[in-house]
C-alpha cells in the first residue's frame, strides 16, 4: 500500500469581507480537542453578519446554506464583531455541539471545544466506511478524519475520468491529515446513465470501458468482479439492479442513500417504478415515503433469494452532505485493512445508518451476514435487537422476509430500546432490524432554511434511521422465496427488456439480451 500525505494550509485566515477594515474585524481561534488531545472535527463558524467564515486553505464542506470547514484540531477565523455561533460536529458517534461567543473588533478570542462520544463503535467491533464519495483525493483525508471514518473512496471515474488520482500505482492510499490516518481506494468509479448508478469500490486499476448511455451496466460490473471489487447500486429501485444482481454481480444495494442529507432529504417518488410496471406502488414524496421506497425495494430482492448487503453513501463532492452522513459500519475484525473491510461489507456483517446504532443478533450467536441452517421441516429462530441513538427514537422493528415480524415499545425520548422475538421459520427466510430517530437539534425556524427548490428540490427532514444486513435462513438449504416478490421480478424482467431495447444501441443491446435469456434460462 503507497503512503500519500496530504498537506493544508488551514492556519491561513480568509481576508476582510463587507467593507470592514483589518482593525475592526475580531479573530476567533478554535481549537477542538477530545480527552484533552487535539482532534479533527467539521466545524462552523457564522459571524455577526451572518457570514460563514473559512479559514483560507482549509477544505470546505457545504450543507445547504452552510458553508463548514474540516478542522484539523485548531483554526484561526476572521469575524465581524459581534455575536458569533460556532457549531461543531464529528460524524455519527460524538454529540454536536453548539456555542456562542462574543468577539469585539480588534480582538483575538479564544476558544476551546471538547468533543464527547455517545458511543465508540471500535470498542464493540466496527469500522466505518461508506461506497458514494466525489471527492478528490488531497480533500479525502481531512474529510474522512473530520467525519471519523475509517476507510474512503474517491469515485474518480464518473462515467468517464472526472477527478484526478495522486501519483502512483497503488489502488488503496493511506491517508494522513494532522495526528489521524485512514486509507481510501482511488480508482474507483461510478456509471450512471438511466439504467441505474452502481459504485465500483475497491477497484485495483481504472475503469478502461468506455461511458455510453446506450450500453447497460452489466459489462462494468463484470469488469469490477474481474477485479475483486465491491459492486454496490445506488438503491433497490434501479433499473437493472434485479438484472446484476440475478447474473451474481451485485454485492451491495444502497439503503440509507444519498437521498438524505444533513437536515434533509431529496423527495423522489418518481424512482419508486422506473421500469413502469403496473400496480407496483407509489411512494409518497415524504422522508417517511423515501425511508420505505429504499427499504421495500430492497426487500423485494432479497425474497429473491439474493443475498445482498445493506448500504450506504451520500455523494459528497456532488450534494451538500458531509462525508459518511450515510455509512456503513462493519465488523472486519481486528486492525482490517481496505481489503478486509470491503470484504466483511460484501458478506453483509453491517448495518448502515446516517443516526442511530442498531446490533441484531440471534441465540445461536448469528449476526448480519450469517446463515442459520434448519432441517427439512423447520424451526423457531429467537431474535434479540437493540438500538441506541443521541436523538430520541421513534421505532424499532424486526422484519422477516419483509414484512415487520416485531416492534417495540418506546417511551417518549429514549435513547435506548430493546427487541426479543420468537419467529417461527417454515420456509427459506432472511431477518434484519431498523429503527428511526428524530433529530430535535436545531428548532423549526433554522431547520426550514434547507428547503432548496429548482429541478432536484430538497426538504427538511428530522428523520434519521438505521438499518441491517439480513440475517439469512435456509430450510432444507433453501434460501427465501417469496412468491409475490418474485411474480413482481419476473414482471420486472420483462419491462426491463422492453426498456433494453429502446435503450441500448444496436451495438450492445445482444449483450443484455444475452444475459436475460441467461436468467429465464436457469429458471429465476
Given at each position: 500500500?503507497?503512503?500519500?500525505?496530504?498537506?493544508?494550509?488551514?492556519?491561513?485566515?480568509?481576508?476582510?469581507?463587507?467593507?470592514?477594515?483589518?482593525?475592526?474585524?475580531?479573530?476567533?481561534?478554535?481549537?477542538?480537542?477530545?480527552?484533552?488531545?487535539?482532534?479533527?472535527?467539521?466545524?462552523?463558524?457564522?459571524?455577526?453578519?451572518?457570514?460563514?467564515?473559512?479559514?483560507?486553505?482549509?477544505?470546505?464542506?457545504?450543507?445547504?446554506?452552510?458553508?463548514?470547514?474540516?478542522?484539523?484540531?485548531?483554526?484561526?477565523?476572521?469575524?465581524?464583531?459581534?455575536?458569533?455561533?460556532?457549531?461543531?460536529?464529528?460524524?455519527?458517534?460524538?454529540?454536536?455541539?453548539?456555542?456562542?461567543?462574543?468577539?469585539?473588533?480588534?480582538?483575538?478570542?479564544?476558544?476551546?471545544?471538547?468533543?464527547?462520544?455517545?458511543?465508540?463503535?471500535?470498542?464493540?467491533?466496527?469500522?466505518?466506511?461508506?461506497?458514494?464519495?466525489?471527492?478528490?483525493?488531497?480533500?479525502?483525508?481531512?474529510?474522512?478524519?473530520?467525519?471519523?471514518?475509517?476507510?474512503?473512496?474517491?469515485?474518480?471515474?464518473?462515467?468517464?475520468?472526472?477527478?484526478?488520482?495522486?501519483?502512483?500505482?497503488?489502488?488503496?492510499?493511506?491517508?494522513?491529515?494532522?495526528?489521524?490516518?485512514?486509507?481510501?481506494?482511488?480508482?474507483?468509479?461510478?456509471?450512471?446513465?438511466?439504467?441505474?448508478?452502481?459504485?465500483?469500490?475497491?477497484?485495483?486499476?481504472?475503469?478502461?470501458?468506455?461511458?455510453?448511455?446506450?450500453?447497460?451496466?452489466?459489462?462494468?460490473?463484470?469488469?469490477?468482479?474481474?477485479?475483486?471489487?465491491?459492486?454496490?447500486?445506488?438503491?433497490?429501485?434501479?433499473?437493472?439492479?434485479?438484472?446484476?444482481?440475478?447474473?451474481?454481480?451485485?454485492?451491495?444495494?444502497?439503503?440509507?442513500?444519498?437521498n438524505f442529507h444533513r437536515h434533509k432529504y431529496q423527495p423522489r417518488s418518481r424512482y419508486s417504478n422506473l421500469l413502469g410496471v403496473e400496480g407496483f406502488e407509489q411512494y409518497p414524496d415524504t422522508p417517511e415515503g423515501m425511508i420505505r421506497m429504499n427499504s421495500e425495494t430492497y426487500y423485494r430482492l432479497l425474497n429473491c433469494g439474493l443475498r445482498l448487503a445493506a448500504?450506504?453513501?451520500?455523494?459528497?463532492?456532488?450534494?451538500?452532505?458531509?462525508?459518511?452522513?450515510?455509512?456503513?459500519?462493519?465488523?472486519?475484525?481486528?486492525?482490517?485493512?481496505?481489503?478486509?473491510?470491503?470484504?466483511?461489507?460484501?458478506?453483509?456483517?453491517?448495518?448502515?445508518?446516517?443516526?442511530?446504532?442498531?446490533?441484531?443478533?440471534?441465540?445461536?450467536?448469528?449476526?448480519?451476514?450469517?446463515?442459520?441452517?434448519?432441517?427439512?421441516?423447520?424451526?423457531?429462530?429467537?431474535?434479540?435487537?437493540?438500538?441506541?441513538?443521541?436523538?430520541?427514537?421513534?421505532?424499532?422493528?424486526?422484519?422477516?422476509?419483509?414484512?415487520?415480524?416485531?416492534?417495540?415499545?418506546?417511551?417518549?425520548?429514549?435513547?435506548?430500546?430493546?427487541?426479543?422475538?420468537?419467529?417461527?421459520?417454515?420456509?427459506?427466510?432472511?431477518?434484519?432490524?431498523?429503527?428511526?430517530?428524530?433529530?430535535?437539534?436545531?428548532?423549526?425556524?433554522?431547520?426550514?432554511?434547507?428547503?432548496?427548490?429548482?429541478?432536484?428540490?430538497?426538504?427538511?427532514?428530522?428523520?434519521?434511521?438505521?438499518?441491517?444486513?439480513?440475517?439469512?435462513?435456509?430450510?432444507?438449504?433453501?434460501?427465501?422465496?417469496?412468491?409475490?416478490?418474485?411474480?413482481?421480478?419476473?414482471?420486472?424482467?420483462?419491462?426491463?427488456?422492453?426498456?433494453?431495447?429502446?435503450?441500448?444501441?444496436?451495438?450492445?443491446?445482444?449483450?443484455?439480451?444475452?444475459?436475460?435469456?441467461?436468467?429465464?434460462?436457469?429458471?429465476?
Amino acid at each position: 500500500m503507497q503512503r500519500f500525505v496530504l498537506g493544508l494550509a488551514a492556519m491561513a485566515v480568509l481576508g476582510m469581507g463587507h467593507g470592514l477594515g483589518a482593525a475592526e474585524m475580531g479573530v476567533l481561534e478554535v481549537s477542538v480537542a477530545e480527552a484533552g488531545a487535539v482532534a479533527p472535527a467539521r466545524v462552523r463558524v457564522r459571524d455577526a453578519q451572518g457570514v460563514d467564515r473559512v479559514p483560507a486553505g482549509a477544505v470546505v464542506v457545504p450543507i445547504g446554506p452552510d458553508k463548514w470547514f474540516a478542522c484539523m484540531g485548531r483554526a484561526m477565523i476572521d469575524v465581524a464583531p459581534g455575536r458569533v455561533s460556532i457549531r461543531v460536529e464529528r460524524g455519527t458517534e460524538y454529540r454536536p455541539i453548539i456555542e456562542t461567543v462574543q468577539v469585539a473588533g480588534g480582538q483575538t478570542v479564544r476558544r476551546q471545544i471538547e468533543l464527547h462520544r455517545w458511543i465508540d463503535m471500535k470498542a464493540r467491533g466496527y469500522v466505518s466506511g461508506e461506497n458514494h464519495l466525489h471527492v478528490r483525493a488531497d480533500d479525502l483525508g481531512p474529510m474522512l478524519a473530520a467525519e471519523g471514518l475509517d476507510f474512503g473512496t474517491s469515485l474518480s471515474w464518473w462515467n468517464g475520468p472526472n477527478l484526478d488520482v495522486p501519483p502512483g500505482e497503488a489502488w488503496a492510499r493511506e491517508l494522513a491529515c494532522g495526528d489521524s490516518q485512514c486509507c481510501a481506494s482511488v480508482y474507483d468509479a461510478e456509471v450512471e446513465h438511466s439504467w441505474g448508478a452502481v459504485y465500483l469500490v475497491g477497484l485495483r486499476r481504472p475503469m478502461a470501458i468506455p461511458s455510453d448511455g446506450r450500453r447497460s451496466n452489466l459489462p462494468f460490473v463484470r469488469e469490477a468482479r474481474r477485479q475483486g471489487a465491491l459492486v454496490c447500486y445506488q438503491g433497490g429501485w434501479s433499473r437493472e439492479v434485479l438484472i446484476d444482481a440475478l447474473l451474481g454481480c451485485v454485492d451491495v444495494v444502497n439503503v440509507c442513500n444519498n437521498n438524505f442529507h444533513r437536515h434533509k432529504y431529496q423527495p423522489r417518488s418518481r424512482y419508486s417504478n422506473l421500469l413502469g410496471v403496473e400496480g407496483f406502488e407509489q411512494y409518497p414524496d415524504t422522508p417517511e415515503g423515501m425511508i420505505r421506497m429504499n427499504s421495500e425495494t430492497y426487500y423485494r430482492l432479497l425474497n429473491c433469494g439474493l443475498r445482498l448487503a445493506a448500504g450506504a453513501g451520500s455523494a459528497t463532492g456532488a450534494k451538500s452532505t458531509p462525508i459518511g452522513y450515510n455509512r456503513a459500519y462493519v465488523r472486519a475484525g481486528d486492525n482490517p485493512t481496505i481489503e478486509s473491510f470491503l470484504e466483511a461489507w460484501r458478506v453483509g456483517r453491517n448495518f448502515v445508518t446516517n443516526g442511530p446504532m442498531l446490533f441484531l443478533k440471534t441465540a445461536a450467536v448469528a449476526e448480519p451476514g450469517d446463515t442459520i441452517a434448519l432441517p427439512a421441516d423447520g424451526g423457531t429462530v429467537h431474535v434479540e435487537v437493540e438500538a441506541l441513538s443521541e436523538q430520541p427514537l421513534q421505532s424499532l422493528e424486526i422484519v422477516f422476509n419483509g414484512r415487520v415480524a416485531g416492534r417495540a415499545v418506546i417511551p417518549s425520548d429514549a435513547h435506548r430500546a430493546t427487541l426479543s422475538l420468537d419467529v417461527p421459520v417454515t420456509q427459506g427466510a432472511w431477518l434484519a432490524a431498523r429503527c428511526i430517530e428524530r433529530d430535535m437539534l436545531l428548532p423549526d425556524e433554522q431547520i426550514s432554511a434547507y428547503i432548496k427548490g429548482g429541478g432536484t428540490p430538497e426538504q427538511p427532514c428530522r428523520l434519521r434511521f438505521a438499518h441491517t444486513s439480513p440475517i439469512y435462513v435456509t430450510v432444507n438449504g433453501r434460501g427465501a422465496q417469496v412468491e409475490k416478490s418474485m411474480t413482481e421480478a419476473r414482471q420486472m424482467l420483462d419491462a426491463f427488456e422492453q426498456f433494453a431495447r429502446k435503450t441500448a444501441s444496436p451495438e450492445h443491446l445482444p449483450e443484455i439480451l444475452d444475459a436475460l435469456e441467461q436468467i429465464r434460462s436457469a429458471g429465476r
